[in-house]
């Protein structure tokens, strides 16, 4: 198992726990899907050298965002077994994050578009299977993908593409660019006091 320096775990988490807040301001002025819950768990995929942390913290962040949603707002935060699909989701957000060995505009823009469509994808397939809103054939399966994209329309940019991915790109750019500015005045070099197992 990898030693992760304490300091960077530190600064990744609050830079995801910060960007989650993101989620709660977009939602209450109704900008929905143009949030930082995908860009954060590929952040945290590429940034955190224990896999542990980089699938717990985007995952604890969604789950603190849900309950908050669910216990303080009008929102829906936990909303059954299609959930599983959505964390789902994210976990594999997280493993492309930690299939980028070297950090580059493009491959973060890849993953970027990458977690997008994984969110697309699974949240859909979870609405498809714990729903009965479409049969239970491959092309119900169709169907409900097909009928999801107008969902996006009430968006800010109007469409899934503009709304999901370009908010993944952008806080994807938002993260990486923080971090990079940040990481020289937060993160201590490794030692003995500083690495965590």
Known sequence: MKKEN??????VTV?????????????YFEIYNFTALGAGALFAGVMLKDKKYAYAVPLVSLLLSDLFFHFFTNIQGIYGGEMLFVYAGFMLVTFIGTR??????????????????????????????????????FAGLLT??????????QDLF????????????????????????????????????????
């Open 158 to 197: 109007g469409s899934f593409f503009l709304n999901t991915i370009m908010g993944n790109v952008f806080y994807s750019a938002l993260l990486f660019g923080a971090y990079a500015v940040l990481k020289p005045v937060f993160v201590r070099k490794e030692s003995k006091e500083t690495s965590i197992a």
């Open 100 to 137: 980028i060995r070297k950090v580059t505009a493009g491959r973060v823009f890849l993953g970027a578009v990458a977690s997008g469509l994984i969110f697309f994808l699974m949240s859909n397939l979870g609405t498809f299977l714990f729903r009965d809103l479409y049969p239970h054939t």
């Open 144 to 153: 409900c993908y097909w009928s999801a994209i107008p969902f996006y329309k």
């Open 6 to 11: 304490l300091s960077n775990v530190i600064l």
């Open 15 to 27: 830079l995801i726990f910060i960007s989650i807040l993101g989620r709660l301001v977009t939602n």
